[in-house]
């Protein structure tokens, strides 16, 4: 396991959202402006490294009969230090994430890495799967704000960057308004947009991947045939 | 028996450090939260009530809905609203309610300011999910939202729709919010005047 594959698999051919489809009610629900995806992406990410990292170290102490048990205490843990530090240095990102934060506990990516991945690696792998698989939810939450955010109301950046403050880590900018928010497709800010827009990845992801494998055939082929 | 034990063993042992680290965390962060609502709070209320007292004082004084002995279930034309906790503004002029009621979609969370005189002093929505685009401008920073609250600086209890005969201009695609929002502001008015006469 190097770290090039393993971001690879994270981010490409092994998705958290577009190929594992795991964590999606959260991914349809936060999408709406940059600021809320970003949020919801690093902390995401870093909570899944901490719990990889924790399950992994404790992975030779737990009896195989409460390891769901043990897995969702560490996860509820993590969760709430981080709700709790959230809350207290950067107050507007915990409440427009709302109660996505706390439901982070039983978002499937974690418990899901806990369970396939970091039971059977040591630390060391367990930590950069963490942060792979992490960055390859945040990417996709990023992706769909920007999408969502431009289509329904003409907006970049929405929370994260203000024309007049550069940028503000604090949510208060407006965004970069490309077109009057009149003009927007109002129904993709709505949950219902989220389908649309993750089902429309869903399928482009899916369409790419069948390339690459087809190309990766092709070519098997050929030097098959040069060899013959 | 004795798998039994180890596994419980092993479990509250686990249970035991996470509980620990919880609670160092809370003691780091408790501090900053309370602070932070407090003062999200009292700028809700100052949205509504605004007060006038010397620099370093408190600027409201909960009071005990319990205590007081009014009923805090207020039936307004017909909906229930839900007073969830009153202050009084230090410097005598009026109180703030906040109150709990049913949008179009879901819960509203709504302070009212109410002078002695019984008349509101205007209000502010701290908590909806109310349709974006629609009911949501009732809570907007947006320049139509706040014409929408700035309508109820000085109505009374009988405060109406202009669809009900009364003088609100309710948002354009969300009567329903615009007239629990309304609902709510006689309620909380009514409940001060309960208040009043109780004193």
């Known amino acids: 396991m190097n770290f090039k594959k393993q971001l690879k698999e994270g981010v490409i ?26 949020g919801m992406g690093l902390s995401v990410l870093i909570i899944l490294t901490c719990c990889n990292v924790a399950v992994s170290a404790v992975r030779k102490f737990i009896p195989d009969e409460i390891r769901l048990a043990i897995f969702v205490v560490i ?15 950067i107050p507007a990102l915990s409440e427009s994430l709302g109660v996505f934060i706390p439901l982070i506990v039983v978002n499937c990516i974690i418990i899901g890495r806990a ?11 367990s930590f950069v799967d963490g942060i792979t698989q992490g960055l390859g939810y945040t990417v996709v939450l990023i992706v769909m704000c920007l999408i969502r955010e431009f289509l329904g109301s003409g907006r970049f950046g929405g929370g994260l960057i203000d024309v007049a403050k550069g940028i503000t880590l604090d949510g208060t900018g407006s965004g970069i308004q490309l077109f009057n928010s009149d003009y927007g497709a109002s129904i993709l800010t709505l949950p219902v947009g989220g389908f649309l827009t993750l089902g429309f990845i869903f399928a482009a992801m899916q369409a790419a991947l069948k390339k690459a494998a087809k190309k990766k055939a092709e070519k098997a082929n050929e030097e098959e045939g040069e060899e013959a | 028996m004795n798998k039994i034990l180890k596994l419980t063993f092993v479990l509250f042992l686990i249970c035991a450090i996470v509980a620990g680290i919880l609670g160092a965390v809370d003691l780091i962060t408790r501090d900053r939260i309370t602070a932070y609502q ?47 906790s009153v202050s009084e503004a230090n410097d005598g002029s009026g109180w703030v309610v906040e109150t709990e009621f049913s949008g179009a979609q879901g ?9 002695q005189a019984l008349r509101c002093t205007g209000i502010s929505i701290t908590q909806h999910s109310e349709t974006s685009g629609l009911g949501a401008n009732a809570a907007s920073v947006a320049e139509v939202g706040v014409n929408f609250r700035a309508q109820f600086k000085g109505v009374d209890e009988h405060v109406q729709l202009k669809k ?36």
């Open chain 2, 38 to 84: 407090t003062e999200k709070s009292n700028a809700a209320r100052a949205a509504v009530m605004p007060v006038n007292v010397p620099e370093g004082q408190a600027l409201y004084t909960d009071l005990d809905l319990k205590d007081l002995g009014i009923p805090t279930n207020i039936n307004a034309n017909g909906q229930k609203i839900k007073i969830l």
């Open chain 1, 75 to 89: 996860i509820a843990g993590f969760v709430t230090i981080v709700d709790l530090l959230l809350q207290a240095y």
């Open chain 2, 107 to 115: 819960t509203i969370v709504m302070m009212v300011g109410v002078n």
């Open chain 1, 115 to 125: 369970e396939a991945f970091c039971q059977k690696n040591p630390v060391g792998p």
């Open chain 2, 164 to 199: 009900a005969g009364g003088e609100i201009d309710a948002l354009s695609g969300a009567t329903i919010t615009s007239r629990s929002v309304t609902n709510a502001t006689s309620a909380a008015i009514q409940f001060v005047e309960a208040l009043q006469s109780a004193n």
């Open chain 1, 13 to 38: 051919t092994n998705n958290p959202i577009l190929v594992q489809q795991l964590g999606m009610c959260a991914t349809m629900a936060i999408t709406t402006s940059l600021f809320n995806g970003v």
